[in-house]
């Protein structure tokens, strides 16, 4: 059972949003986050966004993925319009960084992302939305607006007790290096990604 270890208000760049830690373990180090803007309206339906941790997207700013800039997107929405992100710590599609960079290394040899989970062994995806239910409930949101292009996720919610109200999409531009990535998550995940010009 998750359980709200901590919170606080904190400023960002975007705007000042409520984080609250939710793990089993007060001592757990990597808890789940969730992200709440000051304006948000619990009775309205709530835009969400479930977002998966990315250490390379994220803080080192890799353009093999677009998750980075996902994540600032959804900060950005979120302060205009309202919403809580939740943080989900499952990185590399829950194989973890080591598992990551290994399949990093078998990608430059040709092998696309999901290629290179099964050769290493691992799921193609091996994330847990269920989690991010479970934060949601402890919030008590009963409707969302869903900020995503990935349909396992609008699924977990229409199977949870959360209604799912509409989804908000969140393309970002391919570069040079991301093509083959968001290609992947188009042709093999079933992502709804519009073709670029």
């Not at 919030?139 to 990935?150: A, F, G, H, I, R």
């Not at 609008?154 to 949870?160: G, L």
């Not at 209604?163 to 995940?189: G, V, W």
Request: charged share 25%.
């Amino acid at each position: 059972m998750l359980k709200i270890q901590a919170q606080a208000n904190v400023p960002t760049d975007y705007g000042q949003f409520k984080m609250m830690a939710f793990s089993e373990d007060d001592k757990d180090w990597m808890p789940h986050i969730a992200l709440i803007a000051d304006q948000t309206d619990f009775e309205k339906p709530i835009n969400v966004r479930i977002h998966s941790e990315c250490i390379t997207g994220e803080v080192f700013h890799s353009q093999k993925c677009e998750c980075g800039q996902q994540l600032n997107s959804a900060m950005q929405y979120m302060q205009e319009n309202g919403g809580i992100i939740i943080y989900l710590r499952q990185e590399g599609r829950n194989i973890g960084i080591i598992n990551k960079l290994k399949a990093y290394a078998l990608q430059e040899n040709g092998l696309d992302t999901v290629q290179a989970n099964l050769e290493l062994g691992l799921p193609a995806d091996d994330r847990d939305f269920g989690v991010a239910i479970e934060m949601l409930e402890k919030l008590q949101v009963k409707s969302v607006n869903l900020m995503t292009n990935n349909p396992q996720k609008i699924q977990f919610i229409k199977d949870s007790n959360i209604q799912f109200n509409s989804r908000i999409p969140l393309q970002i531009k391919s570069n040079a290096s991301s093509a083959s990535y968001l290609k992947t998550k188009k042709d093999f995940f079933g992502h709804y990604l519009e073709d670029e010009d």
